[in-house]
């Protein structure tokens, strides 16, 4: 992350998915993905935290909680 962009890789394929801007998150500190592999949540210091649809990410994501 880096001033609130985040990037999504696909580990398996080393490639890169996409880069968001983490909506209200200047600085996301916690980056999880759901077990389910549904969902993204991040969070920050600032007490914000973001839930994001993981299979429809895009640049222009914003988050669904």
């Known amino acids: 992350t880096s001033g609130g962009r ?3 890789w ?3 394929s ?3 998915v996409c880069t ?3 909506d209200g998150n200047y600085k996301p500190t916690v980056i999880r993905g759901s077990r389910d592999g549904r969902y993204l949540a991040t969070g ?3 007490g914000i935290v973001n839930i994001y649809n993981a299979h ?3 640049e ?4 669904i909680h």
Do not use: G, R
């Open 6 to 8: 985040i990037q999504v």
């Open 10 to 12: 696909d580990l398996p």
């Open 14 to 16: 080393q490639s890169l």
């Open 20 to 22: 968001l801007f983490d």
């Open 44 to 46: 920050s210091y600032s």
């Open 56 to 58: 429809m990410l895009t």
């Open 60 to 63: 222009d994501s914003k988050p």
